[in-house]
């Protein structure tokens, strides 16, 4: 059974700083990963999706990257804003299946 | 487009209590998810749905809970009897089959006393 987890929990930054987000995965065969983020009281909104054949991707100040072999992704944020902070989530999708297994998130707080 | 809608947002009711919880998904989405969020084990799927039809139900919980999707805009899931441990936050989320990015709803806070 596929386990995700996410390292740190939480994480505090001052404001401007570059930040890695860690995310680990016990079964290599996967399908995708992605990365998602929630927000307090909302829903979540996906950042970026990187497929197994992929090595990372890249949107504004957000870059993911996958090592598949280890099991192993990481989420780069550039330049932190307070409007960054909020919990990401990583979420794999198996393969041959739909679902996806999402692991506990990192909460981030971007002091101004 | 107003995106996922689900109702109500908010749900507070006691044990042995049916409860009904409410999405509609984005139009021309044809699949649907139905997700759990707790403090205790993330977010967990419970079903998910293709062109109305359940294909993975294996994360329903028991037999209390119980999918449905009359047509391509609506689903309920539905708690017969609710019990305190049911309480989580649920989320609806739909997307179009072949592409991979869900879109998640606001989700409903559900308390059973």
């Known amino acids: 059974k596929q386990e995700v987890t996410q390292i740190p929990a939480a994480l505090s930054v001052p404001e401007g700083e570059n930040l890695v987000l860690n995310c680990s995965f016990t079964?290599?065969?996967?399908?995708?990963l992605q990365w998602f983020r929630q927000d307090p009281g909302k829903g979540l909104t996906s950042l970026l999706l990187?497929?197994?054949?992929?090595r990372e991707q890249t949107s504004g100040r957000l870059n993911a990257s996958l090592d598949k072999s280890s099991g192993r992704s990481t989420l780069y944020i550039a330049a932190s804003q307070p409007g960054d902070s909020a919990t990401y989530l990583c979420?794999?999708?198996?393969?041959?299946?739909?679902?996806?297994?999402f692991g506990s998130g990192t909460r981030l707080q971007v002091q101004p | 487009d107003a995106g996922v809608i689900q109702s109500p947002r908010h749900e507070v009711t006691e044990m042995g209590q049916e409860v009904t919880l409410r999405c509609k998904p984005i139009?021309?989405?044809?699949?649907l998810f139905w997700y759990r969020q707790t403090m205790m084990r993330g977010l967990e799927l419970l079903i998910y749905?293709?062109?109305?039809?359940?294909?993975?139900d294996s994360g329903m919980p028991e037999d209390r809970f119980s999918a449905k999707m009359p047509n391509a805009s609506f689903s309920t899931l539905k708690i017969q009897p609710s019990e305190p441990r049911d309480s989580a936050v649920y989320f609806c989320?739909?997307?179009?089959?072949?592409?991979?990015?869900?879109?998640f709803g606001p989700g409903t806070r559900l308390l059973v006393l």
């Open positions: 989320a739909s997307s179009v089959q072949g592409r991979e990015t869900q879109y």
């Open positions: 139009s021309g989405h044809n699949s």
């Open positions: 079964d290599s065969a996967i399908y995708n």
């Open positions: 749905f293709n062109n109305n039809v359940p294909i993975d």
């Open positions: 990187i497929q197994s054949s992929q």
């Open positions: 979420a794999v999708r198996d393969t041959g299946r739909r679902a996806l297994t």
